[in-house]
């Protein structure tokens, strides 16, 4: 087995407020022990920095999310103490790192071991660096479990979004029409993901060409990639939404304008989507969607990916040591694909194996 050390190094989120402000390096972590035979220590290599992760920094309070902590949960990396598993040492694996083990255990992906269940595990596919492939388990089972709707045609609100970029995929394999948003200067991405037809917010709100332009058949799903807070694209969706189609939103994410006006926002949005029919609210079915961690699902998303069908895609990737750049890169909106931190770096195009 590989020497392990008794040590590391970790980003850990020592109070509630912005990365700027809280996240420190620690060069002298413990590296965790696995509890219970199953547990797989992970050699990371690469982790990729999700919304949920730097919003959850800001506002959770210690009683919700108790600090200091490790944060982000997506990771790819080689197994060093496969603990009894079906993995063997040197496996190279990408993992999702479940809430109930980051927050029992306070481990995160900004380190550079973790050992979460064999279950939250899969073999990271051959054709991809462990810096893609550590993109694709939130964001790839999110889209994934959308789908599980059986829709046949679909609205993704936010294509270049992360969740967006893997639902226009996934769908086109499935043999969807999908029509998709995104700013004008990313239409042709978005078309050379696979989308039928093309929005540019910029130029019209979807609300309004959608129902200027109602589709046919109406879509069986719309998607929100973007977690908008304004609900006017829910509001207006009995006109391009079947009777029997969903309305799914990753969101909303009062983010980014001052807490008053996200508060209001916020409650403007869920009357809206609270709001009976009866009394005049939107009659189609809506929720919001948080990934379950399935091991299933990553394994059909690594095979998706080792076949081709799906590419992951990335905007950015930074040093372990410029991790505060990553998030500032990430807040700052606007990114097409993720934003990921090597952990160790890469050498000609593949991660090496570091210290």
């Known amino acids: 087995m590989t020497s392990i050390p008794q040590t590391q190094t970790a980003w850990v989120a020592t109070t509630r407020g912005p990365p700027s402000k809280v996240l420190q390096v620690n060069q002298d972590y413990p590296v965790p022990t696995p509890t219970k035979s199953g547990d797989v220590l992970v050699k990371i290599h690469a982790a990729a920095l999700n919304p949920a992760g730097w919003k959850i920094m800001t506002i959770a309070p210690n009683f919700v999310w108790e600090r200091p902590y490790i944060p982000e949960v997506d990771v790819s990396g080689v197994v060093v103490d496969a603990n009894e598993s079906q993995f063997s040492n040197g496996d190279q694996v990408v993992g999702l790192i479940s809430t109930a083990v980051q927050r029992s255990t306070h481990q995160g992906a900004l380190s550079q071991y973790v050992f979460l269940p064999a279950s939250q595990l899969v073999l990271k596919p051959s054709n991809q660096s462990f810096s893609s492939a550590a993109g694709i388990p939130t964001v790839g089972q999110t889209a994934l479990q959308a789908l599980r709707t059986t829709p046949k045609t679909i609205f993704v609100n936010g294509g270049s979004t992360s969740v967006g970029?893997?639902?226009?995929?996934?769908?086109?394999?499935?043999?969807?029409?999908?029509?998709?948003?995104?700013?004008?200067?990313?239409?042709?991405?978005?078309?050379?993901?696979?989308?039928?037809?093309?929005?540019?917010?910029?130029t019209e709100p979807p609300h309004v060409y959608l129902t200027r332009n109602s589709p046919t058949p109406l879509f069986s799903l719309v998607l929100d990639a973007a977690a908008l807070i304004d609900p006017s694209l829910y509001r207006h969706s009995e006109g391009f939404i079947d009777k029997s189609g969903m309305f799914i939103s990753v969101g909303p994410w009062p983010f980014g304008r001052g807490w008053k006006a996200g508060l209001l926002g916020t409650m403007k949005y869920l009357w809206a989507v609270l709001q009976p029919g009866w009394a005049g609210g939107v009659k189609r079915s809506w929720k919001m969607i948080t990934v379950t961690r399935r091991q299933a699902d990553l394994q059909k998303l690594c095979e998706m990916v080792e076949a081709g069908t799906v590419r992951p895609v990335t905007d950015s990737t930074y040093d372990f040591n410029d991790v505060l750049d990553a998030y500032n890169q990430l807040m700052g909106g606007h990114v097409v694909g993720k934003v990921v931190v090597n952990v160790i770096p890469e050498r000609g195009g593949q991660e090496g194996e570091g210290g």
């Open 165 to 202: 970029i893997y639902t226009i995929q996934i769908a086109k394999s499935m043999g969807l029409r999908v029509v998709a948003s995104a700013s004008g200067r990313n239409e042709a991405f978005v078309r050379g993901l696979g989308a039928d037809e093309f929005i540019d917010y910029t």
